[in-house]
């Protein structure tokens, strides 16, 4: 099993996008630990990104477990990131290149002969005051497109503090993932959406906006 908390567990394939709605931030590294562990175990390679005390937090979970950090940080199995401006572009928010990373990342481990990969993100520290409901939504809706839809080898933890989201966009990116993680539950959503479709949707209402703008 793959994904486990507070002892339930899920067996999580690949190309699973994940969501995990947090109002404590330590809520993140009792989820996420175990899942790297297994990533780490089954010659996997894995990112955390998170604020530089939340890493450290996760640095700690994981040497509580076993896993020798050091080795695995020199081995470049585990990466961690902490300046979030290494995934922005020029201090922005952009969706689009967020998810390239991500597939870069997944070509680059395939390459160095990992298995699959693993990501988690701490979102609400990445997009904080840089992003808007309408950027995360085209996040969401595309990495589940590529991801799930493409059966991709990786499995994406994303995280996000529900208190700091508007209700509507809490609502709107739970139609977005086929999982969630929500307090101390682990959920499988029977509203899913095709996330392909949903993006269609974001890009027709754009570029409605745009044409009533332009008049």
Known sequence: MDLSV???SERIPPGSHILQLYNKVNEICG???RLLEAGLVGDE???FAGSPAVVREMED???KSGVDVAEKVASGQLIFISDRESLLVGKRFD?????STH???IAQALREGWKA???SMDMTWLTNEIASPEQILKYEAASDAVFTFQNAPIIALMHYDYSKLPGALVVEMLKLHPIAVVGKFIKRNPYYLNSE???LKILRVNREKNRVAAV
């Open 6 to 8: 507070e002892g339930k």
């Open 31 to 33: 989820v996420t630990a």
């Open 45 to 47: 390679k894995c990112l």
């Open 61 to 63: 979970a994981l040497k």
């Open 95 to 99: 969706p689009y290149h967020l998810l």
């Open 103 to 105: 597939q870069t990342f």
């Open 117 to 119: 990969v693993r990501i």
């Open 197 to 199: 479709q949903y993006l």
